[in-house]
């Protein structure tokens, strides 16, 4: 079984032999629980990189106070068995103290990027995420890293962060895997209970009707009420957002110009979904 290396001086040993051969490297940082989103990220990696470090770390610092990171499902012997059959080279699964030693005082923060969508629903997680995915990315000094559009605002801020930083990394954004009746990949799906996995399916299906409407030149306005209402009546709620805004700078657009998507943020019971979909312009 992969054995997970612990403490960054392993992975800079690591990182140093594959440079020493002349290997690229290609990161793959999640927070496991791992599953066919997490080894499309992998695959991603493996068609561009000789080498695939897959890091494991629940991040304290990107959840607040009242989330779930008691409770995030850890599996980390499952997650060994299937990166080793998927193949991976390296899986870093560090302590909280490796990464936080007593004394850290630093956080990187991201700006405006961080203030959009889940920004005021989720205060300084972003600036957790920024963080963590920094010091990974320095801990590794990898050649690319990888990053679900299923979580398409956290890609934006790593995006940020690595060209502001002159993090000399290539962020490469990977499109969403997703069940057979849409439902978007996560470790958290593991929350919904049947009745409630059954009603799941409803957020992508509106996502991906209502982009289809908005691009044939409906109005985005209504559509969005729409959207809204069908997910309240269907026993979805609360909504922290379900809006149309641009790829670039994530803020809300109500014309389709420049590259948008429509992004959500929705509570099933207790669990709170989030996914997005291109609205196909250009
Ligand atoms: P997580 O372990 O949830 O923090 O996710 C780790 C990485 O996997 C992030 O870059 C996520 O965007 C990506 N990811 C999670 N779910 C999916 C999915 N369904 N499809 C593609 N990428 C995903």
């Known amino acids: 079984m992969l054995s997970p290396l612990r403490t960054i001086a392993d992975l800079r040993k690591t990182v140093r032999q594959y440079r020493s051969q002349g290997e690229s490297v290609g990161l793959i940082p999640t927070m496991g629980s791992l599953h066919a989103g997490h080894i499309a990220l992998l695959e991603e990696a493996k068609k561009e990189t000789r080498r695939q470090i897959v890091t494991i770390f629940v991040n304290p610092a990107q959840f607040g106070p009242r989330e779930d990171f008691a409770s995030y499902p850890r599996q980390e012997e499952a997650d060994c068995r299937l990166l080793e059959e998927a193949k991976a ?25 961080a203030d959009r969508l889940c920004g005021p629903f989720r205060p300084g997680h972003f600036s957790g995420v920024a963080t963590i995915v920094t010091k990974l990315l320095l801990q590794s000094l990898p050649d690319c890293a990888y990053f679900g559009e299923k979580d398409f605002q956290q890609l934006r801020v790593i995006q940020q962060v690595t ?21 978007a990949l996560s470790s958290r799906n593991a929350y919904l209970s049947p009745e409630q996995r059954q009603k799941a399916f409803l957020l992508p299906h509106l996502l991906e009707t209502i982009a289809e409407k908005i691009s044939q030149g409906q109005g ?14 269907s026993g979805f709620g609360p909504i922290d957002y379900f809006e149309l805004a641009d790829e670039e ?18 509570y099933l019971g207790k669990t709170r979904l989030i996914d997005n979909w291109k609205v196909g312009t250009s």
């Open 249 to 266: 700078t994530l803020s809300p657009v109500s014309s389709l110009r420049r590259p948008a998507r429509l992004f959500a943020a929705v």
């Open 220 to 233: 985005i306005t209504a559509l969005l009420a729409e959207a809204k209402g069908q997910l309240m009546q």
């Open 89 to 113: 080279d390296v899986l870093f699964a560090p302590s909280i103290e490796e990464m936080y030693p007593s004394g850290f005082l630093s956080r990187v923060e991201v700006g405006a990027l």
């Open 163 to 183: 060209k502001d930083l002159d993090i000399p990394v290539s962020i490469r954004g990977v499109p969403t895997k997703r069940e057979t009746d849409g439902l």
